[in-house]
């Protein structure tokens, strides 16, 4: 199969290598050029547009930012949309929200295309070994055609169609806004335990043996040391999951909408790019 790949981040570059490495063809874009080196190596094709990517393709994978950032790579004289082959599968994995993806399917079959909103669950570690997992939203169908390229970067046994086109965003946004709370209220009981003379140790450790512990089984030593320099998801990608939470409800998120503005706060700060943890510490240390 020929499989074309727009958005060559850290996510983006491995998925591509699977691909590769279960013998499809590949061609990569990436916004900014000079990292498809490795997989130029491996055999992957370098295209100069999105367009230049998708054509001839069977199948296009947007690993991208956001919706802006999917619907410039669609959109456009040079974007996907132009050139995508008729019945090409459009495979979404980019975090969004489900109307941005009814939206975005609504272009895609306009241009004769198919399209699955299939965002990844997990990240930079199961990544890279091919165990990611995806609930995905498209016809039921199309996700059954996806699945053997699906599966070259996720756990089968991990791989579920929700529903309808949006079904599988809709997931990663109320999945995601879990971040943006309990690293809000890691932050604020690290505070308290502070106020309260407890030692950050014990107070971490008592954290990590309640209803925090997920979190801390991946972030505990980051929170410990205060090093976020090595981020597999960002304080600002964080915010943007959380601001997509909220605009997509149809009532009020009080508590992601208070976690989303120190989130907010702590960008301003200059922690934008540190790992999503590290808004823990901003929260500790403030006041």
């Known amino acids: 199969m020929r499989v074309a790949f727009c958005g060559l981040g850290r996510m983006g570059t491995l998925l591509a290598g699977h691909v590769l490495a279960a013998g499809h063809e590949v061609a ?18 370098e295209a100069g547009s999105p367009a230049e990517a998708a054509a001839g393709a069977a199948a296009v994978v947007l690993v991208l930012h956001g919706p802006d950032s999917v619907g410039q790579v669609l959109r456009g004289p040079a974007g996907v ?19 941005d993806a009814r ?31 995806s609930f995905v939203g498209g016809d039921a169908a199309d996700f059954a055609q996806a699945r053997p390229l699906l599966e070259t970067w996720c756990d089968a046994g991990a ?30 009981g690290l505070r308290l335990a502070a106020d309260l003379g407890v030692p950050r140790e014990a107070a971490l450790a008592g954290f990590a043996a309640g ?22 998801f960002t304080v600002e990608l964080m915010a943007k999951d959380a601001g997509l939470a909220v605009a997509e409800s149809r009532r009020p998120l009080p508590v992601v909408e208070a976690a989303l503005a120190e989130a907010r706060a702590a960008i301003a ?12 510490a901003w929260i500790e240390d403030a006041g």
């Open 211 to 232: 209803p925090f512990s997920w979190t801390l089984a991946q972030r505990q030593e980051q929170i410990a040391g205060r090093d976020f320099a090595d981020p597999a």
């Open 269 to 280: 700060d200059g922690r934008g790019g540190d790992d999503y943890a590290a808004l823990a």
């Open 103 to 133: 939206r975005f399917a609504a272009e895609v079959e306009a241009a004769g295309g198919r399209y699955l909103d299939a965002p990844l669950f997990g990240s930079v570690g199961p990544a890279a070994a091919g165990t990611l997992a």
């Open 81 to 99: 949309l132009g050139a995508l082959e008729p019945r090409a599968l459009v495979l979404d994995t980019t975090t969004i929200g489900p109307s």
């Open 159 to 188: 791989l579920t169609h929700v529903g309808p086109v949006g079904s599988g965003a809709a997931v990663k946004v109320v999945r995601n806004l879990g971040h943006a709370v309990v690293v809000a209220g890691l932050g604020e």
């Open 28 to 45: 990569v874009w990436n916004r900014t050029p000079g990292k498809a080196g490795d997989l130029k190596a491996r055999g992957a094709r």
